[in-house]
């Protein structure tokens, strides 16, 4: 029988969220607490009717929505599957064979699993004070330093200043910051990473999976150095992001009403979860994203605590940061579940 390439097995697979019995009480995955724009399902169901062709391989009106969003040029925009799909071909054309990349530990998981699908040597650097350590990472050399900025799944976040002497300082070629949480940090526009797409050593990726709560129809996009972008064509699946998919992109662009209701919902209930669960007598590490992460000695006795009311969260121990939990923003009714778990 045919056997995998060796360094396959030390691999360990990916383990997503499980969902409560309720959709309430589904805090374990940070999706969108209000869901889709309404425009969203209309846009698929119109697209639909154009199932049996192949969608736009460059996915060209959405490139061409979001070039305008970010003020950049389209050649410098590549739509992904996800933005997972995205952070794969990173590594297959940066990091193969051999490749160096840095990261924080705890990793995002797909960060630290492409490096070691492709034959890399990944080194990740502890965080200090639930933050990226860039000084350290500055010091080691790589061909991709890894930033996910909001980090997940502390939920700190670096200012763009921090950012800009990094990539000045640091030793990576290039320098990925991935911005899946981006929108919900208190001010985004001195947080991201975006202004410095264009200076050939950044590559910043967005997600349609939080915000825009499209994490079931898989979109998500990278900005950067146009010559990085026409690499990735190369390699990737020319057919990758579905009809359904762009045209649920667009509607989800296009309708701002919705992204502010979510954003403002966002902030709102994650000071309400953050004070609820202080109440509790729990420590929170400040968070600027969708999510809150409670120091928890016993999080296996937390996590019961909660699924006995029909919330289910995510065990620390299985984001590299044991002895915590992660908790999505809930919806007005799942915030009623937590606190009577927690009363």
């Given amino acids: ?40 399902a209309q846009a698929v169901a119109e697209a639909a009717a154009g199932a049996h062709h192949y ?5 060209g009106e959405l490139r061409g929505e979001l070039a305008r969003l970010h003020q950049v040029a389209p050649e410098q925009i590549l739509v992904g599957n996800g933005s997972d799909e995205l952070i794969f071909l990173l590594a297959w054309a940066y990091l193969a064979h051999g490749g160096r990349a840095v990261c924080a530990d705890p990793a995002y998981r797909m960060d630290e699993i492409s490096s070691q699908v492709v034959g890399a040597h990944l080194t990740k650097v502890p965080l200090r004070a639930w933050a ?17 900025n909001p ?50 050593r950044v590559a910043v990726l967005r997600t349609f999976s939080k915000i825009h709560g499209l994490a079931g129809l898989r979109v998500g996009y990278l ?17 990758s992001v579905g009809v359904l998919a762009q045209a649920a992109g667009l509607a989800a662009l296009r309708d701002a009403g919705h ?21 509790a007598g729990y420590q929170v590490v400040p968070s600027q994203a969708n999510f809150v992460l409670i120091e928890a000695r016993d999080e296996t006795e937390l996590i019961d605590r909660l699924a006995r009311h029909g919330v289910a969260v995510r065990p ?15 919806t007005t009714r799942g915030l009623e579940l937590v606190e009577r778990a927690l009363a």
């Fill in 55 to 59: 969608p736009d391989p460059l996915a």
């Fill in 223 to 239: 900005v950067a150095d146009s010559a990085i972008v026409e690499t990735l064509r190369k390699i990737r699946a020319p057919f």
């Fill in 316 to 330: 620390g121990s299985a984001l590299g940061v044991p002895g915590t939990v992660r908790i999505s923003v809930p």
């Fill in 132 to 148: 990226h350590d860039l000084d350290a990472m500055a010091e080691l050399d790589a061909d991709i330093a890894y930033v996910v």
């Fill in 259 to 279: 992204h502010q209701a979510v954003r403002r919902h966002t902030l709102t209930h994650r000071e309400a979860l953050t004070s609820l669960v202080t109440r």
């Fill in 1 to 40: 029988m045919i056997k995998p390439r060796p360094w396959l097995s030390r691999i360990e697979p990916y383990r997503p969220g499980v969902h409560a019995s309720s959709e309430d009480g589904s805090l374990a995955s940070n999706e969108s607490p209000l869901g889709a724009s309404p425009r969203v």
């Fill in 151 to 200: 980090h997940n799944p502390t939920g700190t976040a670096l200012p763009l200043a921090a950012l800009e002497r990094f990539v000045a300082e640091s030793r990576a070629r290039l320098v990925v910051v991935d911005e899946a949480y981006i929108d919900f940090t208190d001010d985004p526009s001195t947080t991201t990473a975006m202004p410095l797409a264009s200076e050939g």
